[in-house]
């Protein structure tokens, strides 16, 4: 079965700054990856989902992710963070042939520092 | 366009209690639904899933069920909760198809007492 890890729990960068947010999956076949964001309290929030194609996806909200097959992540970045990015982020993977068995990371909280 | 209502947005229960909580979607048919439960700093933690009125898949067993008597309308049940039910629980949707994002509704902040 995939599995994703988010390495990092916790970030914090200043407003204005870049953001890199790690997500590495493992799965035998092509992946299906999604970035959800989660604000405190409320449910998750598509970003952006990478199917085929083009490996550098855009989302809402100005952020992006990069679906890199040989180092198996697909990172999400933005290149300048707002004070209202504050909140948690989920990298998701899918399997081709079973569209429930969404696995899910265990999220990286984002703090921007003012 | 496709909405999805999950409530009560808060709940507090005695321990021993009954439990039902409710989700819809709008705007959409035949849809794929999911119960998920997600504890304090951790991840997501699939309970049900149904991709038909009155079929239900359970992930994990425990002392919780699911129903779904139409076809947008899935439903989180409870006999007797325990402490250990306390939590998040956020209902979702996707497309019947393969390799569809899920969109999640609001969530319920669940405290057993």
């Known amino acids: 079965a995939q599995s994703v890890t988010q390495p990092d729990i916790h970030i914090t960068v200043s407003e204005g700054a870049s953001l890199e947010l790690r997500c590495n999956y493992s799965y035998g076949a092509t992946p299906y990856l999604f970035w959800y964001v989660q604000s405190p309290g409320q449910g998750l929030q598509l970003l952006l989902k990478?199917?085929?194609?083009?490996?550098l996806v855009q989302g809402i909200k100005g952020f992006e992710a990069e679906f890199k097959r040989s180092q198996s992540s697909f990172n999400l970045r933005k290149p300048s963070v707002h004070w209202s990015d504050a909140a948690e982020y989920f990298c998701a993977v899918g399997a081709d042939d079973n569209n429930n068995d969404m696995r899910f990371g265990a999220g990286t909280r984002l703090t921007v520092k003012p | 366009s496709q909405t999805i209502h999950q409530w009560p947005a808060t709940l507090v229960q005695p321990v021993g209690s009954p439990l039902s909580l409710e989700c819809t979607v709008e705007?959409?048919?035949?849809?794929?639904l999911y119960w998920y439960r997600q504890a304090a700093g951790r991840g997501l933690q699939l309970l049900f899933y149904s991709v038909g009125i009155g079929q239900i898949s359970s992930e994990v067993p425990q002392n919780l069920s699911a129903s779904r008597p139409q076809d947008r309308q899935f439903i989180l049940s409870s006999k007797k909760l325990l402490l250990s039910d306390s939590g998040f629980y956020l209902c979702?949707?996707?497309?019947?198809?393969?390799?569809?994002?899920?969109?999640f509704g609001d969530g319920t902040r669940l405290s057993i007492l």
């Open positions: 990478y199917f085929s194609g083009d490996t």
């Open positions: 705007g959409t048919s035949n849809p794929n």
């Open positions: 979702a949707w996707s497309r019947g198809r393969p390799n569809q994002p899920q969109h």
